[in-house]
């Protein structure tokens, strides 16, 4: 994987990235295997959409789950769906997506620094 040029903090200052909670996972009506996650960041940012390639999860493994999202970015349309936040992730060993989260539980909504 190559280095991407350098970036401006500015960059990653300007990206809003908050914690919040699977509280709904539905099949996602996409092309590829998707999941349509419901994600609360309680606050002022509330309940929010964003549809990913976590497929390797099944369903139960995902509800209740705290995840790190990307909730400034503009929707996003898949196919029917809108995506209204990037939930973020990392290639595991096999390719298949594995989400971020924190280690420990924290309160929803708060930022990433």
């Known amino acids: 994987m190559s280095v991407k ?3 401006d903090f500015s ?3 300007a ?4 914690v919040g909670r699977i509280v709904k996972v539905e099949e996602a009506q996409t092309k ?3 999941w349509r996650l419901t994600i609360d960041f309680g606050g002022d940012i509330g309940t929010k959409v964003s549809c990913g390639a976590y497929r390797n999860y099944p369903k139960d493994a995902l509800l209740g789950r705290q995840v790190l999202a990307v909730v400034n970015f503009a929707p996003r ?3 029917p ?5 990037l939930t973020l992730g990392v290639p595991g060993a096999d390719g298949a997506t594995i989400y ?3 280690q420990q ?3 929803l909504g708060v930022a990433l620094f």
């Open 5 to 7: 040029p350098i970036a």
């Open 11 to 13: 960059h990653f200052d």
């Open 15 to 18: 990206l809003d990235i908050r």
């Open 32 to 34: 590829k295997p998707t």
């Open 77 to 79: 349309k898949m196919g």
């Open 81 to 85: 769906e809108v995506s209204e936040v």
């Open 100 to 102: 971020v989260t924190p």
């Open 105 to 107: 539980e924290v309160e």
